[in-house]
T-cell receptor, first 114, second 116 residues
Framework: DGGITQSPKYLFRKEGQNVTLSCEQNLNHDAMYWYRQDPGQGLRLIYYSQIVNDFQKGDIAEGYSVSREKKESFPLTVTSAQKNPTAFYLC?????????????FGQGTRLTVV | AQSVTQLGSHVSVSEGALVLLRCNYS??????LFWYVQYPNQGLQLLLKYTSAATLVKGINGFEAEFKKSETSFHLTKPSAHMSDAAEYFCAVSDLYGGSQGNLIFGKGTKLSVKP
């Protein structure tokens, strides 16, 4: 089945630690995205990538980093510089960047700082 | 900048009643609009999208939305609510400008509750 796989589903982080969230897609999509979701705030864009080895900051990139070494993979690292990392993180992909192109979403990773 | 506003963070209906979830957009040119649904602790699933063809768009699970340029609206409706419709619904618009062209901009969401 084609789709987007995020892992792990739940992740616990101690304060001061970096953690990496995995996102893999087998849809052969060019574009990939990371969103953060907090209750009542909708989805906010962290980073996006159009092609391999290229990515751009979204609206709330501070404290996060990404890489795009392979078309299928777009991991997100939540660094210790992110002051409030507890949230639900969603990865998405689309066949191309362009107006009217829908995004397909993974099942999300819930990150909790303990 | 593009934006969408969803009126009502929570909507409650009885099973069998009409579902109406409101979305207004801000755009100086014809937009591309989307509705997504999210069940608890899951990702988002596309319900339907408007890309300047027919103004009445039919989606999955019996939902439809009507694009009204004069009202800058794209409200989501379903004639008869089912318990399984309880979820959070997001309206989104394609960003039209600059380097972020094509990125989706989401509203804050509306949680739909369905009473038996």
């Amino acid at each position: 089945d084609g789709g987007i796989t995020q892992s792990p589903k739940y992740l616990f982080r101690k304060e001061g630690q970096n953690v990496t969230l995995s996102c893999e897609q087998n849809l052969n999509h060019d574009a990939m995205y990371w969103y953060r979701q907090d209750p009542g705030q909708g989805l906010r864009l962290i980073y996006y990538s159009q092609i391999v080895n290229d990515f751009q900051k979204g609206d709330i990139a501070e404290g996060y980093s990404v890489s795009r070494e392979k078309k299928e993979s777009f991991p997100l690292t939540v660094t210790s510089a992110q002051k409030n990392p507890t949230a639900f993180y969603l990865c998405a992909s689309s066949s191309r960047r362009g107006m009217g192109t829908e995004a397909f979403f993974g099942q999300g990773t819930r990150l909790t700082v303990v | 900048a593009q934006s969408v506003t969803q009126l009502g963070s929570h909507v409650s209906v009885s099973e069998g009643a009409l579902v109406l979830l409101r979305c207004n957009y801000s755009s100086s040119v014809p937009p591309y609009l989307f509705w997504y649904v999210q069940y608890p602790n899951q990702g988002l699933q596309l319900l339907l999208k408007y890309t300047s063809a027919a103004t009445l768009v039919k989606g999955i699970n019996g939902f439809e939305a009507e694009f009204k340029k004069s009202e800058t609206s794209f409200h989501l409706t379903k004639p008869s609510a089912h318990m399984s419709d309880a979820a959070e619904y997001f309206c989104a618009v394609s960003d039209l400008y600059g380097g972020s062209q094509g990125n989706l901009i989401f509203g804050k969401g509306t949680k739909l509750s369905v009473k038996p």
